[in-house]
Nanobody, 124 residues
Framework: QVMLAESGGGSVQAGGSLRLSCKLSGHPRSSNCMGWFRQTPGKAREFVARILTGLGRTYYSDSVEDRFTISQDSTKKTAYLQMNSLKPEDTAMYYC?????????????????WGQGTQVTVSS
């Protein structure tokens, strides 16, 4: 019943910016947290950023901190990922995830619901 829908992916040149959106639907309450993850072929899905929906507290992986910003519109159950200074190594399928009952949205194995992903391609 819970669904997450990502949007905003596309192709950009190195140094460019992109803004991703993730809309949660099918549940009357916001999740405890929402997170962004990314995955490239042959590699495990990796954590990028998360936000605690109640507190607005954010956390980032070392690889994106100072370049990416996660934010939310809690009334719309929507999370955003503003990506600046993009690098070719940021190229990946970006997935949104959400969790209920705990706050561990940095852990792939603890995400309860996943979106289908949106592709981000950064060219040099």
């Amino acid at each position: 019943q819970v669904m997450l829908a990502e949007s905003g992916g596309g192709s950009v040149q190195a140094g460019g910016s992109l803004r991703l959106s993730c809309k949660l639907s099918g549940h009357p309450r916001s999740s405890n947290c929402m997170g962004w993850f990314r995955q490239t072929p042959g590699k495990a899905r990796e954590f990028v950023a998360r936000i605690l929906t109640g507190l607005g507290r954010t956390y980032y992986s070392d690889s994106v901190e100072d370049r990416f910003t996660i934010s939310q519109d809690s009334t719309k159950k929507t999370a955003y990922l503003q990506m600046n200074s993009l690098k070719p190594e940021d190229t990946a399928m970006y997935y949104c995830g959400a969790a209920y009952g705990h706050f561990w949205c940095t852990d792939v194995d603890r995400i309860n619901y996943w979106g289908q992903g949106t592709q981000v391609t950064v060219s040099s």
